[in-house]
């Protein structure tokens, strides 16, 4: 009785590390499958939770998916994106722009739908759905635009710095060739000597008559 009693522990005990596992794992692959963009998705929270709750629930997150916590070759990836999630909530500049990119999938919808902004589906889970998808392409676009905006940017600073090389480069040929001049001032004005000197010696020369 006692061994079957053992037997039965053991048994909960592995069904409860497989389900410890199972969880784990599941979680990694919600989280490495959401949209990488919307971080109130990847911590599981709803837009608009307050600073504590971002803390509990990246804290309650983390002690799931840890790689210390689990063998899954997955959990560094998720972890940090877990992590960059939380970093970008934490910032109260990103979260704005974050707000305002779901604010404003939402009034999009409204405006398609020709609905007011009191309509009773609002409140539905498929709006809920339909939001989500909406603030997906509102994300990308944000991201595309922003992506475009530094590329010209760094187009415009790559070009800024290379007027300022030829221009420096420019500046140092000018000063190169100022001292080279002033280093072959001497040669110059001895060879000018030389030459005054020599066209004197042949005025002098008289000429020898002819016959």
């Known amino acids: 009785m006692a061994a079957d009693e053992k037997d039965d522990k053991e048994t909960l005990a592995d069904l409860d590390r497989e389900a410890s596992e199972y969880t784990k794992d ?10 990488k963009l919307d971080s109130y998705a990847i911590l599981d929270l709803q837009p608009g939770v307050p600073e504590s709750d971002i803390k509990i629930q990246f ?50 919808l ?22 989500r998808e909406k603030t997906k392409t509102v994300l990308i676009d944000n991201e595309l635009r922003r992506r475009k905006q530094l590329k010209a940017q760094l187009a415009e600073e790559g070009r800024e710095q290379r007027k300022a ?18 280093n072959t001032r001497d040669d110059r004005i001895n060879s000018w000597r030389d030459f005054q000197k020599g066209g004197q010696k042949k005025k002098k020369k008289k000429m020898q008559p002819l016959g």
């Open 26 to 35: 599941a979680e990694i692959s919600r989280i490495l499958n959401t949209f």
């Open 59 to 108: 804290r309650k997150k983390s002690l799931l998916i840890h790689p210390d916590k689990t063998k899954n070759p997955l959990a560094p990836d998720a972890f940090d994106r877990l992590k960059k999630a939380q970093a970008e909530l934490m910032d109260e500049k990103k979260r704005e722009r974050l707000d305002e990119a779901i604010a404003d999938a939402r009034m999009l």
């Open 110 to 131: 409204i405006r398609e739908r020709k609905w007011t902004v009191d309509h009773p589906d609002l409140k539905t889970a498929e709006f809920a759905k339909d939001w």
């Open 165 to 182: 090389e030829m221009e420096a480069e420019e500046r140092k040929r000018k000063r190169e060739n100022e001292v080279a001049w002033e």
